[in-house]
């Protein structure tokens, strides 16, 4: 089938469970998210408002600062244990709001949620790409995007048979399944060995960009920063 050629010629499909699982899981839990808001702060829109705001102003400040760098880090040490990691930050709001009906819970909720914007899109995209041609990269992307917002339609009907608790500590199983998943069954899609830390060459770049290298060898990344080139 056209556009689909990807999916018999490559790795491609095994980060398909990865997406499946996590969004899946996110559709879960998010119908019964707003009442249960409202009624921990005593009917106040206007508080969980406020504190839902905030969680996620922090966390998408943090996404924003994050994720430039663990890309970086992907490029290094591979996508597999960045995949990892985003998994467990993820999967956080979900462990959190396992505890329910312990209604402190949804305060660990609100502070897991600033960590879970560390969102794994960029890492499975990365991962995709890694699979596939060129030339079908973009129809590998649109079916990506399209399992991600089926996971998330299908994840709310899901939810209608199960009690809220149940289906928090559903969900907190699905992301269990997808940790396990990455951590033993998800190859790497880096080959390693051919990665080059190098400093790039003005030759290689557009004359108008001047590629400046920065090795921070605390954390073993490097980070590459344009700038532009002063003409005389």
Not at 6 to 23: A, E, R
Not at 148 to 174: D, E, K, N, Q, R
Not at 183 to 203: A, C, G, I, Q, R
Request: aromatic share 14%; net charge neutral.
């Amino acid at each position: 089938m056209a556009g689909f050629g990807y999916l018999t010629s490559s790795q491609s499909l095994y980060i398909f469970p990865v997406t499946i699982l996590q969004f899946l899981a996110i559709g879960i839990l998010r119908p019964s998210l707003p009442l249960l808001i409202v009624e921990f702060f005593n009917g106040s829109y206007s508080q969980a408002g406020l504190i839902g705001g905030i969680a996620d102003g922090v966390g998408a400040l943090l996404s924003f600062s994050l994720t430039p760098m663990l890309g970086c880090a992907s490029d290094i040490y591979g996508r597999r244990p960045l995949l990892f990691f985003s998994s467990i930050m993820v999967s956080l709001p979900a462990f959190a709001l396992s505890l329910y009906p312990n209604y402190a819970s949804l305060w660990w909720f609100f502070a897991a949620d600033v960590f879970s914007k560390i969102s794994s899109v960029a890492f499975i995209l990365s991962y995709l790409a890694d699979c596939t041609d060129p030339s079908e990269r973009s129809a590998a992307y649109g079916h990506i995007q399209a399992v991600i917002y089926l996971s998330l339609t299908i994840g709310p009907l899901f939810s209608t048979y199960f009690s809220v608790h149940a289906s928090f500590v559903f969900a907190s199983l699905l992301m269990i399944i997808n940790i396990v998943y990455v951590s033993l069954l998800l190859p790497e899609s880096v080959n390693l060995h051919s990665k080059y830390l190098s400093s790039p060459t003005s030759s290689s770049c557009p004359p108008d960009m001047i590629i400046t290298e920065k090795v921070e060898r605390t954390r073993g990344l490097s980070i590459c920063i344009p700038t532009t080139q002063i003409q005389s």
